[in-house]
């Protein structure tokens, strides 16, 4: 954002080529709100934060009601050879996390999932409607917002544009949730998400 300016605050998360970050945004010398910092480990890091950047881009280049359910982009920056961008503060709570609540531990009420679906399936129709395929829905990827009864679906790094016209495939799997296409390599498509997400699913409601 022009005038903008962001200050890195503790480490979230990291992995092998990615570190995610709290900070602040402040513009004209006056903070105005929480982000989240997503910056590349080193230069082999840079692929997968340039296409988690480019494929937020494209899934926020029309107004939709589904931006609620989607990390939003809000800056994109180079420090030292290292490709990062700057994402709103998203607040919630992990699927897989409310799972482990002494009161959910033997699956969660019916009427929670309904909402939880309803939402994530709002937002991969939209999704799959722009030709992407995220691939790697799981529970630590469903950030559940338990007030207003939302679910954001993040972490895009590893998504695809038109696997069946450009042969993409998703380079990371999960063995827990990923469609046996998705392990194999094969043909993927919006059926790779829904079979995910009916994983995830049946095993947390169950």
């Given amino acids: 954002a022009d005038g903008a300016r962001y200050f890195v605050g503790a480490q979230r998360t990291r992995d092998e ?28 890091g840079n692929d997968l934060v340039d296409s988690e950047a480019e494929m937020l881009t494209r899934l926020q280049s029309q107004p939709v009601p589904q931006w609620k359910h989607l990390p939003l982009l809000l800056d994109r920056f180079s420090s030292k050879g290292r490709s990062g961008f700057v994402l709103r503060q998203m607040s919630g709570i992990t699927l897989a996390k409310v799972r482990e609540r002494p009161q959910h531990r033997l699956g969660l009420d019916p009427r929670h999932m309904i909402w939880m679906l309803d939402r994530v399936l709002s937002c991969l129709g939209y999704v799959h409607c722009c030709g992407v395929v995220h691939g790697r829905i799981a529970p630590e990827r469903l950030l559940v917002q338990p007030e207003p009864h939302n679910v954001i679906v993040t972490d895009w790094s590893d998504a695809v544009h038109n696997p069946a016209g450009s042969g993409a495939r998703v380079e990371e799997a999960d063995l827990d949730w990923s469609a046996p296409e998705v392990l194999q390599r094969g043909e993927i498509g919006p059926w790779s998400d829904i079979y995910s997400l009916g994983a995830a699913m049946i095993e947390y409601f169950a």
């Avoid at 080529?17 to 082999?44: C, H, K, P, W």
């Fill in 17 to 44: 080529r990615i570190t995610r970050f709290t900070g602040y945004m402040q513009l004209e010398q006056a903070s105005v709100g929480e982000v989240e910092i997503v910056l590349a480990n080193n230069a082999d």
